[in-house]
């Protein structure tokens, strides 16, 4: 926890996200700004593809698109 923060409303979401963009090489110091709001916008049972979605829907996060491409 002391690594996502006080800040992450869902922290046990949030390590689930957190994993799955690490697999994929995303730091957290990347997604830091943003995981609040890839997990209000996945779904309960999401996938990186999800993931990977919202990141793509929002025009906010594209320095994170890098990562996909």
Do not use: C
């Amino acid at each position: 926890n002391k690594y996502i923060g006080e800040e992450v409303a869902n922290i046990e979401e949030s390590k689930k996200v957190m994993s799955k963009l690490f697999e994929y090489g995303i730091p957290y110091f990347r997604v830091k700004d943003f995981i609040n709001e890839i997990v209000a916008n996945v779904p309960e049972n999401f996938s990186i593809y999800d993931i990977k979605r919202t990141i793509y829907n929002n025009e906010s996060m594209k320095e994170l698109k890098i990562y996909f491409e």
